[in-house]
T-cell receptor, first 111, second 116 residues
Framework: NAGVTQTPKFQVLKTGQSMTLQCAQDMNHNSMYWYRQDPGMGLRLIYYSASEGTTDKGEVPNGYNVSRLNKREFSLRLESAAPSQTSVYFC??????????FGPGTRLTVL | DQQVKQNSPSLSVQEGRISILNCDYTNSMFDYFLWYKKYPAEGPTFLIS?????DKNEDGRFTVFLNKSAKHLSLHIVPSQPGDSAVYFCAASRWNSGGSNYKLTFGKGTLLTVNP
């Protein structure tokens, strides 16, 4: 039981490049989330998916798109990366209640 | 507008003593509060939570207190251990306006250092 996994762990992009961050969970959870963590800013919600086939914007969705590919996988795409998107990205999942389970994070640097 | 505030960026305590981490919130619609612990290069892990209908919840060395009238909660760690050194995030939840899902709102975190 791996829990929530994220790939890649690290990534460096140039401004304007695109990439997709992958997230998968093996806990059969319905809801999945993408957060970013910036120094001194806590965790801010980018997008979430309450269930397979649905996605909704969070607090900071601009510049991102998401896909809930199936119940297990929830990807985050940066179409044209900007230096302001340099951050650590966390994926999380939840089955019920309020507890969310987090992945180990992806550290992204945009030059 | 920051709805969940952790006003102390850092806290340092001696091993064996009590650690008290504080959190304030502004939104009276929050109905559940959680504490997460985060080590460097790892994702946050759930520590303890409390419903808005309670004023205390205890789990081993960790106790969370909720004062709804003051919109304040605190996490007590007794006794503190060096392995408790981490960033602690306070989070609050409520059903979103559509009622379809819980969302968590996080504070900025407090770095706890427990000195041997």
């Amino acid at each position: 039981n791996a829990g929530v996994t994220q790939t890649p762990k690290f990534q460096v992009l140039k401004t304007g490049q695109s990439m997709t961050l992958q997230c998968a969970q093996d806990m059969n959870h319905n809801s999945m989330y993408w957060y970013r963590q910036d120094p001194g800013m806590g965790l801010r919600l980018i997008y979430y998916s309450a269930s397979e086939g649905t996605t909704d914007k969070g607090e900071v969705p601009n510049g991102y798109n998401v896909s809930r590919l199936n119940k297990r996988e929830f990807s985050l795409r940066l179409e044209s990366a900007a230096p302001s998107q340099t951050s650590v990205y966390f994926c999380a999942s939840r089955i019920r209640g309020d507890t969310q389970y987090f992945g180990p994070g992806t550290r992204l640097t945009v030059l | 507008d920051q709805q969940v505030k952790q006003n102390s960026p850092s806290l340092s305590v001696q091993e064996g003593r009590i650690s008290i981490l504080n959190c304030d919130y502004t939104n009276s619609m929050f109905d559940y509060f959680l504490w997460y612990k985060k080590y460097p290069a790892e994702g946050p892990t759930f520590l303890i939570s409390i419903s808005s209908i309670k004023d205390k919840n205890e789990d081993g060395r960790f106790t969370v207190f909720l004062n709804k009238s003051a919109k304040h909660l605190s996490l007590h760690i007794v006794p503190s251990q060096p392995g408790d050194s981490a960033v602690y995030f306070c989070a609050a939840s409520r059903w979103n306006s559509g009622g379809s899902n819980y969302k968590l709102t996080f504070g900025k975190g407090t770095l706890l250092t427990v000195n041997p």
